[in-house]
């Protein structure tokens, strides 16, 4: 998997099962990896320390993409539109500063771009995107059973009632973008 000409993306949209799932489907995606970063207390966070909202960190997941299948915007595009950027620490029934829409830039031309995707994508909302845009600071991967998680469990319940319609929705708006397609 390593490929001098592979770049990394890290996001956060709410859980990271969802996050993951949708992005496990794009094309020019090599890896998924569901983590944790943004937070301000010291050493490796668990689940249950981040899922307390006390360490400040989001449940992200980093992204390893070959630019010559998908380019950074088309896949912030995706993340955008595949989860709701205008509600402020929550994603559906999933609430907490640890749920937030975030794009973590990993070098200053990610943040220019970042920041044009949301001021072209603002109008396609009806409130005001709240995506934050930050740096991104030591990702943490998270613990082996949150990896692949839909793929390992959709049949959870949690599954087919959250991540399979954002998968319906991503085949719906991005088809062209699809592995399958």
């Known amino acids: 998997m390593s490929n001098p000409t592979y770049k990394v993306a890290t ?8 996050t993951e799932a949708v992005f496990q489907e ?25 899922c307390s909202g006390l360490t400040g960190h ?13 380019s950074y915007r088309d896949l912030l595009v995706i993340f955008m539109t595949t989860h709701d950027p205008t509600t402020l620490n929550r994603q559906g029934g ?8 975030v794009i973590y ?3 200053d031309e990610q943040r ?3 920041e044009l995707v949301l001021a072209e994508l ?11 845009v930050s740096p991104l600071s030591t990702f943490y991967e998270a613990e082996e059973y949150h990896q692949d998680y839909y793929r390992n469990n959709s049949s959870q319940g949690y599954c087919s009632f959250v991540i399979s319609p954002k998968l319906t929705k991503l085949r719906k708006q991005h088809a062209d973008k699809l592995k399958s397609a």
């Open 58 to 70: 989001a449940e992200v997941v980093q992204i390893t993409f070959d630019p010559a299948l998908i």
């Open 11 to 18: 996001v956060g949209g709410g859980c990271f099962w969802c």
């Open 94 to 101: 999933d609430v907490g500063t640890q749920y937030r829409s």
């Open 105 to 107: 830039y990993h070098n």
């Open 26 to 50: 794009v094309k020019g995606i090599v890896k998924v990896v569901s983590g944790y970063t943004g937070g301000r207390a010291p050493g490796r966070p668990t689940y249950r320390e981040v």
């Open 122 to 132: 603002k109008d396609s909302f009806d409130a005001p995107i709240v995506t934050e």
């Open 112 to 114: 220019q771009t970042a």
